[in-house]
C-alpha cells in the first residue's frame, strides 16, 4: 500500500493534481497506481502506463504516464534516458524516504532482525542457509528482487510467492475439526413446513467417537411414501437473509422465495448425490411414527456416515450401515 501511494503521489504531482481535485480522485488514482505495480513486479514487463481522465472546466483529458521497471540511472548509470512522459519505479523507490527510513533501508532491516531472529532461536547462521524462498507481493518489486539477489544470489527461490506462508501453515497446523455448522432439512408436522434440525457444530473434532454419535428418528411426510431423502446441509453465518418452500437452485442453495425462515444461508451439499431410505412396505403416518432410527457419524476423511434401522420389521431390518451420504 506504501508503493500504491508512492506512485500515486508522483503521478498527481507530475500532472497537477492537488486539492479537492486529488481528494475526488483518490481512490481511481491509488487502484491505478496498484495495477501498475502489480503489472512492474512481472519479469517479463519492462513498462507499464498510469493513466486518469481529469475534467478541469468544460473539458477533459487524460492524463498519463509511462513507469518503467528499471532506467539506467537506477541500475547505476549516470544519467537516465527517460522521456518527458516517462517515469521509473525503481528510481522512486530509491529516491523514497519516509520518516522511519530509506525503503530499501527498512527492507534491509527487516532482513537482518529475521536473521538474528533465526540465530537466537535455532542457532542456524547465514552461512548454513541453504535456501531462501520469497513471499508476499513486496518480494517481487523489482529494487527488493534486486535487493535478495543480492544477499543470497543462487539460493533466492520464488515459488507461489502469494499464497506460500498459507500452504506451509495448511500443512504444519490444520487440525482435524469441522469447519462449519450442518444441519438436517426436516418438516414440521403442525405447519407442514421444512425446517432445519442442526446436528453437527463448527469446532467437532473428527472422527468422531461411537459415543459421539448423532441419532435421529426419520418419518414420512405423507401416506404412501416410498422413500425419504435424507437433506443435508452447510450452515453459513456469514451472509444473514430473510427466506420465506424449501426449494433449492441448480448450486444447491435455498431460493429466496423459500418457505423457510431463517436468518442464515443453508447450502445442500449432497443434491447431485442424494441419499435415500427405501420404506418397504409404504410409509403409514399413524403406525410409523418411530420406524426408522438413523444413527450419524464421521470418519477421518471428513464423510458423513449414516447407519439406518427399520423398526417396522421384529428384530429391526438393518438397511444401512456407515453408508457414506457427503463428504463435509
Known amino acids: 500500500m506504501d508503493i500504491d501511494r508512492w506512485l500515486a503521489d508522483d503521478f498527481c504531482a507530475r500532472h497537477g493534481i492537488e486539492g479537492q481535485e486529488r481528494r475526488d480522485l483518490e481512490a481511481v488514482v491509488e487502484r491505478r497506481a496498484e495495477q501498475v505495480k502489480i503489472a512492474l513486479s512481472d519479469p517479463d514487463e519492462t513498462d507499464a502506463e498510469l493513466s486518469v481522465p481529469v475534467k478541469r472546466g468544460a473539458f477533459a483529458r487524460l492524463c498519463a504516464t509511462n513507469y518503467r521497471r528499471v532506467c539506467r540511472a537506477c541500475a547505476g548509470a549516470a544519467y537516465s534516458t527517460l522521456g518527458e512522459d516517462e ?160 426449494i433449492v437452485g441448480a448450486d444447491g442453495v435455498l431460493r429466496s422465495d423459500s418457505g423457510v425462515n431463517t436468518d442464515r444461508e443453508y447450502i445442500l451439499l449432497n443434491a447431485k448425490s442424494a441419499t435415500y431410505i427405501k420404506a418397504d412396505p409404504k410409509i403409514l403416518l399413524a403406525r410409523d411414527r418411530d420406524r426408522f432410527q438413523c444413527r450419524f457419524c464421521v470418519d477421518g476423511n471428513r464423510r458423513l456416515l449414516i447407519t439406518v434401522e427399520d423398526y417396522y420389521h421384529n428384530p429391526p431390518k438393518l438397511l444401512m450401515k456407515d453408508y457414506p451420504v457427503v463428504r463435509l
Not at 231 to 240: I, M
Open 87 to 246: 517515469a521509473c519505479l525503481g528510481c522512486l523507490l530509491l529516491a523514497r524516504r519516509p520518516p522511519d527510513g530509506h525503503f530499501l533501508e527498512r527492507v534491509g532491516v527487516a532482513l537482518d532482525r529475521a536473521l538474528e531472529n533465526a540465530a537466537i532461536n535455532t542457532g542456524m547462521r547465514r552461512g548454513d542457509i541453504t535456501r531462501v524462498l520469497a513471499t508476499g507481493g513486496t518480494s517481487l518489486v523489482p529494487a527488493v528482487v534486486e535487493l535478495l539477489q543480492q544477499r543470497f544470489g543462487e539460493r533466492l527461490e520464488y515459488a507461489h510467492p502469494f499464497d506460500a506462508v498459507a500452504q506451509g501453515a495448511c500443512q504444519g497446523i490444520v487440525l482435524p475439526i469441522l469447519q462449519h455448522d450442518y444441519a438436517i432439512e426436516s418438516r414440521d408436522p403442525k405447519s407442514k413446513r421444512p425446517v432445519f434440525k442442526p446436528f453437527l457444530r463448527q469446532g467437532t473434532e473428527y472422527p468422531t467417537s461411537p459415543d459421539e454419535s448423532i441419532h435421529f428418528t426419520a418419518r414420512g411426510s405423507y401416506g404412501g411414501q416410498e422413500t425419504i431423502g435424507v437433506k443435508v446441509y452447510e450452515v453459513s453465518q456469514l451472509r444473514r437473509r430473510s427466506l420465506d418452500t424449501s
